[in-house]
């Protein structure tokens, strides 16, 4: 049996909510992106209270095609710690009130969910680099960008950076990684999502 609280990490585009919803259906559990926790959140801070939740506050267009992937990369991993805050929260209240959760994030970090106590079963997906390219193209994303190449361009490498990090920092933590191609049928996603959390 798995354990009553269940992560999905990966990165953007790799599958994560669609996998955290099929697990949620399969297993009777309660599914939750931390996405919509993190869009309430930035509606009740400010860039001044919080900075990490707004760095990309003057628009994601301008935000992505002007702000280079070294920074990109840094600003994500400031948010990722301010992201798993709010996680943490949700998780106790979950376990307190004895609700069985699943909950998806392109910010989770293998380090923090190694210091979850108790432990969460935690499932990482991997994503094939030309894969995750292709569905990122098949977007509208940087519809409206001054320069929509240079937006893809420093998207992609914050997104297929984080693809290699987490499947590294997992591995080095003894945590499951699900290496897709992007060509698995959803109900083969989620039958080796839950063997592997098994």
């Known amino acids: 049996m798995v354990n009553e609280t269940i992560i999905i990490g990966g990165p953007g585009g790799a599958g994560k909510t669609t996998l955290s919803r099929a697990i949620g259906r399969s297993l009777d559990r309660k599914s939750l992106t931390l996405d919509d926790l993190v869009i309430a959140a930035r509606a009740i801070t400010t860039p001044d209270t919080h900075p990490p939740l707004h760095s990309g506050r003057d628009g994601h267009l301008r935000y992505f095609t002007e702000t280079p992937p070294q920074q990109l990369i840094a600003n994500a991993s400031e948010l990722a710690l301010t992201v798993w805050q709010m996680a943490e929260r949700v998780i106790r209240h979950h376990r307190a009130s004895k609700t069985p959760l699943v909950m998806d994030h392109w910010l989770f970090e293998p380090e923090l969910i190694a210091a979850l106590d108790p432990a969460a079963a935690v499932l990482w997906l991997h994503i ?56 698995e049928l959803p109900g083969d996603v989620l039958s080796a999502a839950l063997s592997l959390l098994a």
Do not use: C, I
């Open 128 to 183: 094939d680099p030309a894969a995750l390219e292709r569905r990122e193209r098949a977007t509208d994303f940087t519809v409206g960008s001054t320069d929509p190449e240079a937006m893809h361009r420093n998207f992609m490498a914050r997104s297929l950076w984080r693809n290699e990090y987490l499947a590294a920092e997992a591995e080095e933590y003894g945590q499951p990684v699900l290496r897709l191609t992007g060509k």
